[in-house]
Structure formats: structure tokens, C-alpha cells
């Protein structure tokens, strides 16, 4: 692969590229991975994509697991989710969660060298995971431990504070009796601030002190727990970030997530249509100036910034106890990911690593359901990766992990990235984005705000081409 495929990017026309991108709010949303959503084609819709490509089993495996699409915030999507989400109904959601169960264990059976792979993390998400019935996630659980072995693996659940609480904890002794190496918990929070909860719809979802209550729990049982919160809410001062920070701390997380807020009139959010709100969001220099201070927050009181959004502990991250997950989903040199469940999303990379392909399951519980029921394969759609779409992938994902490390780069591709985007990476070491230092390619903390801004700086020329791809004409494109 030479610089000759983006000889037309340069200058000037990269340079208001990446200003164009800085101007807009920056979402954070690298965790989906390139391509995001909208470039998957559904041509590959009800294929079995595990049957279809020689994989390498050799390769260790990340698992998630989404039971549910289903949530329930007294306002749709808490006001703010741009994640796919359901109205909560008790019935369809033990339906969806048994359907999961039978595609974890019709998946094995397809392709048992699947079943033999080391597993490193396990994640359970979604909507509200914890919504899910007792019985219902022991089910989940032993389809798991049935299909995989999972001693080696730490297991992720995720949910609201209060919903861990309930009836005797009895989730988190589901979690207790699962064999796996480590378990860990992760609660939306989003703020402390009682009045900006009531104007989410979560009050309902617990406090100060049902946080406290789970941490405590938690802790007692062995788990590591994590909490995530949002800054740059409307209207707000980067004083309520970090009173929401110093609150996270004092209460004992392992680790803290934060994330920046998005709300544009474009979304299709209930706050989008609340234009005071939308008004009350903070510019740019503003809400990069709140990142900046949140961070060094974290950092001063002894947490370790291990991905865009994670920190953690600094006892826990140099442990065994340390968020495997999240740093091995940004790592597509060495593993793959594999999603069970409505709105699943799985990459895995062939034998030789010329190819990958990314395919994400019916997003809808209740469709996915249905096509399970009927012994259909759920997937609805999917990513044929070419050499540079190999390339992106392996760039926009270690941007999440903080760093371009060029030697593993180069010992995958037989290349180094600062040849394959010279340009770009002139231009981003020239705003002072990324450094380079001892051949490892970093993010600044400014880069690290702006990170949306870059990934899609290096992808954006491939991304024009595959619009302008008519279907699946391209062997190597999106369908």
C-alpha cells in the first residue's frame, strides 16, 4: 500500500477537512469501530458470516452479549440516548433473552472451532441489561459457560444503580456464581445532580446512596465496579463535572468513564425538539476546556487514563483486576469480537489477514426474535473489509486506545503507518494532535477531545468512495 491512494488529500484540502470536523461535536463514538453502522450493506443480511470466511482460531475472543433492547426511563431514551432502545415490556424481553441464548449455542454448534477459542472478556450490555430477570440471565449465563470456556475471562455486566439491588441483589449472585476469572459491574450514572436525573427520567434509577450501596456490594463479593457520567450537559459550568468526578471518586469506582454530551437539532432524541436545551449547549473551546479539566481531575487523584474515555484506579489498572474488555475490543491485530443478541456487532479477520469482515445482527428485540424462533440466521447486515478498509480498522481503533504503535503496526501490514497517510499525519503533528515519539504515534489530550475529528479524517476519502459504490458492484467494498 503506497501514499499514492490519498495523493488527492493533501494541503490545503485535508486542512479544511479536519477544521470542518473540529467544528462539529465530537460524539466519542469510536467504540463502534470503522465502518460505523450506516456503511454496512445489507446484502449480507441472514448469511452465516462464521461459516463463510476462513478464520484463524488461533486467535483469542472477546463476547458480547446484548439480552435485550429494552429500557425504561420515565423520558424515551433518558432524553439524550442516540443507542438503539425499547420500551421495557416483561414478557417480550424473557422471549429475546431465551432467542440469545439459542443463537450463542446454535453458533457453536455451527462452527465448534469457534467454542475451543481462549476467551479473554465477556460483556453484557444493551439496553438495560440488568432488567433481566434473575432466571432469565442464570439462562444466558449457562449457554455461555456451555459454548465457551471462560475460565480465563473477566465478565462485564451492565445496567442502572438500583436494578443491581434488587430482590436480595439477586443478579449479582448470578454474577458470583459464574465461572470465569474476574467479574466486574458498570453503571450508567450519568450525574449526580438529582434535578438534571428528574430531567433524564432516571430518578427512579438510584442515588448517592444505591450507588454506594452497589459499590459496597460489589466490592464485598470481589468485583470490580465502574460508574460513567456525562460532562457538558446544557447550560452546565465545568464545575459540575467535576463536583460529579469528585463525587465518583470519594464514593470508591475502580474505574470512571466519562463521556462528552452531543445534542444537535438533527438527532433524534427527545432533547434534540427541546431547542432551550440545544441553545444552552457550550462551544467548542468551552467543552474542550471542561475535557481538559475533567481529565487532569482524574489524573491528579490517582487514576490512570487507559482508554479515550476509561480511567481507572491506579491499584487496579496495574492489577489483574484491570478492564480487559474495552482495551482488547480496540486491539484487531490480535483478537476477534463476536456479538450475541439484537443489534450485535462482531469483526473477525481471515487466516492470511489480507481480509475482515464486521456484521451486525437485526437491531429490534422483538424481529430478532422472531427470525430466531424461525430458525433463521439474525444477521441484517455486513462489512467486506479491503486492504486500506484493513488499515482504517486497525488506525481508528488503536486512536482509542491513545496511541499508534507503528512496530505492531508495521509486524501486521509490512508497512508503517506514517508512509500509508503521510499527509495526515503532517497535518495532525502540525495542530498538535498527535506526536510521535519513540515510534509510537500519541494522542494529545487535545487529540484525545478530537479524536471523532481524526478517525474520520483518515477514513473520509474511503468513505466518499463506498457512497458512490452502486450495491455490491466492488468485491472488496461495503456489499
Known amino acids: 500500500m503506497s501514499s499514492d491512494f490519498h495523493a488527492l488529500e493533501s494541503g490545503g484540502v485535508l486542512r479544511d477537512e479536519l477544521r470542518r470536523r473540529m467544528s462539529r461535536p465530537q460524539r466519542h463514538r469510536l467504540l463502534e469501530g470503522y465502518p460505523m453502522a450506516p456503511l454496512l450493506s445489507s446484502t449480507y443480511e441472514g448469511i452465516t458470516p462464521i461459516r463463510s470466511f476462513e478464520y484463524d482460531h488461533s486467535r483469542p475472543l472477546i463476547v458480547g452479549v446484548l439480552p435485550h433492547t429494552f429500557c425504561n426511563p420515565k423520558v424515551k431514551g433518558c432524553g439524550f440516548c442516540t443507542f438503539p432502545h425499547e420500551d421495557f415490556a416483561n414478557e417480550p424481553m424473557r422471549r429475546v433473552v431465551e432467542q440469545v441464548a439459542r443463537e450463542i449455542e446454535h453458533t457453536v454448534q455451527v462452527e465448534p472451532a469457534l467454542g475451543k477459542r481462549v476467551v479473554d472478556a465477556v460483556y453484557l450490555g444493551g439496553g438495560t441489561a440488568n432488567l433481566t430477570p434473575p432466571l432469565a440471565m442464570k439462562r444466558l449465563m449457562e449457554s455461555l459457560a456451555a459454548a465457551f470456556d471462560l475460565g480465563g475471562a473477566e465478565l462485564s455486566f451492565e445496567g442502572v444503580p438500583r436494578y443491581f439491588l434488587l430482590r436480595d441483589e439477586a443478579l449479582l449472585e448470578v454474577l458470583a456464581d459464574a465461572r470465569v476469572r474476574h467479574r466486574r459491574i458498570s453503571m450508567g450514572i450519568q450525574t449526580f445532580d438529582p434535578a438534571w436525573l428528574r430531567q433524564m427520567g432516571r430518578d427512579a434509577f438510584g442515588g448517592v446512596d444505591d450507588i454506594r450501596r452497589v459499590i459496597e456490594s460489589g466490592h464485598r463479593r470481589g468485583f470490580t465496579v465502574s460508574g460513567d457520567l456525562l460532562f457538558n450537559l446544557p447550560g452546565t459550568t465545568s464545575e459540575h463535572a467535576l463536583a460529579d ?67 481507572e484506579r491506579a491499584d487496579v489498572a496495574g492489577s489483574p483486576r484491570r478492564f480487559v474488555y474495552e482495551l482488547a475490543s480496540f486491539d484487531p491485530a490480535v483478537r476477534d469480537g463476536i456479538g450475541f443478541g439484537p443489534g450485535a456487532l462482531s469483526t473477525f479477520t481471515t487466516g492470511d489477514r489480507q481480509r475482515a469482515f464486521k456484521w451486525r445482527n437485526i437491531p429490534t ?70 506526536t510521535l515519539e519513540d515510534r509510537v504515534g500519541r494522542l494529545t489530550p487535545e487529540g484525545m477531545f478530537y479524536a471523532d475529528a481524526i478517525a474520520g479524517l483518515f477514513a473520509h476519502r474511503r468513505v466518499v468512495e463506498l457512497r458512490a459504490y452502486d450495491g455490491g458492484a466492488v468485491d472488496y467494498s461495503m456489499g
Not at 440466521?377 to 482504517?392: E, I
Not at 508503517?416 to 494532535?433: G, I, Q
Request: aromatic share 10%.
Open 365 to 434: 428485540s422483538e424481529a430478532f426474535a422472531e427470525e430466531m424462533s424461525r430458525g433463521r440466521c439474525p444477521v441484517a447486515a455486513g462489512f467486506r473489509y479491503s486492504a486500506m478498509d484493513m488499515r482504517l480498522l486497525h488506525l481508528t481503533r488503536n486512536l482509542a486506545r491513545l496511541q499508534i504503535d507503528c512496530p505492531a503496526y508495521e509486524r501486521f501490514f509490512g508497512t508503517n503507518p506514517f508512509w500509508d497517510f503521510p499527509s495526515h499525519f503532517e497535518l495532525l503533528m502540525d495542530a498538535r494532535l498527535i
Open 245 to 311: 468526578v469528585r463525587t465518583a471518586i470519594e464514593l470508591g469506582l475502580d474505574q470512571i468513564c466519562v463521556y462528552n454530551l452531543v445534542l444537535t437539532p438533527d438527532l433524534d432524541t427527545v432533547w434534540a425538539g427541546e431547542k432551550d436545551l440545544v441553545q444552552a449547549m457550550p462551544e467548542q473551546a468551552t467543552a474542550l476546556k471542561t475535557w481538559l479539566e475533567v481529565q487532569e481531575a482524574l489524573l491528579s487523584r490517582g487514576y490512570v487514563q487507559t482508554t479515550l474515555t476509561n480511567f
